[in-house]
């Protein structure tokens, strides 16, 4: 059975710095997508990067890029997600994400992927 575990979240004030990791379980990065998606109150669930193991390529969104870094831990099993200069829109429920056997990876649906964390909240002050 796989599993996704998120942790790391909370409340912060904007500019602060916050580290999102995802434990995996049952799961392997190897040939895999993994990515970071999140939902604010009212909106729909938004893509902010996700690794490619097929050519190592790493994507974000415009909303995050030069802040947020997408990174993983294969001999950890784990993926993190280094959050800086947080913004009060950055406000949300974040979850990890998965699917083996991938051939790229994409923020802009969440179709592609099969397994899911259970969400963790990140609150950012004004």
């Known amino acids: 059975e796989v599993q996704l575990v998120e942790s790391g979240g909370g409340l912060v004030q904007a500019g602060g710095s916050l580290r999102l990791s995802c434990a995996a379980s049952?799961?392997?990065?190897?040939?895999?997508?993994i990515a970071w998606f999140r939902q604010a109150p009212g909106k729909e669930r938004e893509g902010i990067s996700c690794?490619?193991?097929?050519?190592?390529?790493?994507y974000y969104a415009d909303s995050v890029k030069g802040r947020f870094t997408f990174s993983s831990d294969k001999a950890k099993n784990t993926m993190y997600l280094q959050m800086n200069s947080l913004k009060p829109e950055d406000t949300a429920v974040y979850s990890c994400?998965?699917?083996?056997?991938?051939?790229?990876?994409?923020?802009?649906?969440?179709?592609?992927?099969?397994?899911w964390g259970q969400g963790t909240q990140v609150t950012v002050s004004s």
């Open positions: 049952g799961f392997t990065f190897d040939d895999s997508a």
């Open positions: 690794i490619s193991s097929y050519n190592g390529r790493t």
């Open positions: 994400a998965a699917r083996s056997a991938a051939y790229g990876c994409t923020i802009a649906t969440t179709l592609l992927y099969d397994y």
